[in-house]
Structures are given as C-alpha cells and as structure tokens.
C-alpha cells in the first residue's frame, strides 16, 4: 500500500469506528413514480381551490362543504364504489352520486341525465378540473408518459434507410 492509499483506509476506518459495512438502510416511501404526497396539505389546498372555483363557475346540484367534495373527490381517485365514497364523505350514496357528478367525475357506468349534463361540461373545460385531479391524486400521467417514452425504442430511425429485398 502506498502512503495515500493508507491515508484514505485510515479515514474510512476512523469514519467507520471499524465497522466492517458502511451502508445504510433506505428509508424512502416505496410505490410512487412522483415526489408529490396526495396526502401533502399542498395537494389538499389545491383541491379546495379546484372545489372553490367549481363552485364559483357551476351550478352545483348539492350544497356540501368544500372539505366533503375534497373527501369525494379523493374516495373516487382511491376507487371507491358510490357507497364507499358516501360513507368517506359521510353523506348518504344519493347525494355522494350527485357531489361526483358536480365535480365532474363521471364513470362509463353512469347514464342518468344528471352524468350527460356533466360530461357535457367537463367536455367544454376540456377535462380542466378532472385533469387536474388526476394529476394531483394519482401518478397516471407520469406513468402513461413513461411507458409510451419506453414503445418508443429508436428503431424506427435506425431502419429507415434500410432496403429490404424480400419477394414472397
């Protein structure tokens, strides 16, 4: 060993106090493909003021306060049925139905007068809100980004100039 290499083994030995290993268990949150907690106050401060200005622009048919359509808004992004979203904002199933649609959360499955009037005004926001929800309570958009990016795999470019000479 060389004079430095035996500075840098004694550092590391002093550092250490002897320990043979030096690595360090990680404690980061697993599951997530975004740094943003849906349980974060920011997140939920911008829910109410997606739910205020909802508020403000529409004509709600239900007359809840702004943290129960925060509490449905986030049952229906943990995709609870309609009785699990009621029983999370503690409203009955009926009024939890309507709060959805007010906030412009509308499934396949709904097909009352009350779900087209309500996709007709997500449509003319261009999904402003519901795209906004999504982004803050779910990390589908980054997924839907990252898996189109790994389709993408340059071969496309690699072959075009190529020529085939193939007869069947």
């Known amino acids: 060993m ?5 500075e840098l083994r004694d550092i590391i030995l002093d550092a250490t ?3 043979e290993t030096v690595t360090e268990h990680q404690a980061e949150r697993r599951g997530s493909l975004v740094d943003a907690d849906p349980d974060s106050p920011e997140v939920s401060d911008r829910l109410r003021e997606l739910v ?3 508020c403000e622009r529409y004509d709600f048919a239900t007359d809840l306060d702004t943290e129960t359509y925060v ?5 229906f992004y943990d995709e609870a049925d309609d009785d699990a979203i009621a029983d999370a904002a503690g409203i009955d199933t009926e009024t939890a139905v309507q709060a ?10 709904d097909d009352s007068d009350a779900a087209e009037r309500s996709r007709d005004r ?3 926001t261009n999904h402003r809100f519901r795209s906004e929800f999504v982004d803050l ?3 589908d958009a980054l997924s839907e980004r990252l898996a189109s990016d790994s389709r993408e ?3 496309r470019e690699a072959t075009e100039d190529i020529e085939t000479d193939v007869s069947f």
């Open 2 to 6: 060389d004079e430095k290499t035996a």
């Open 17 to 19: 106090d002897g320990e």
């Open 52 to 54: 205020t200005a909802m």
């Open 71 to 75: 509490r449905v808004i986030r049952a």
């Open 100 to 109: 959805r649609l007010d906030c412009h959360l509308v499934r396949e499955s």
């Open 122 to 124: 997500s449509v003319r």
């Open 137 to 139: 309570l779910t990390d």
């Open 153 to 155: 795999d340059g071969l």
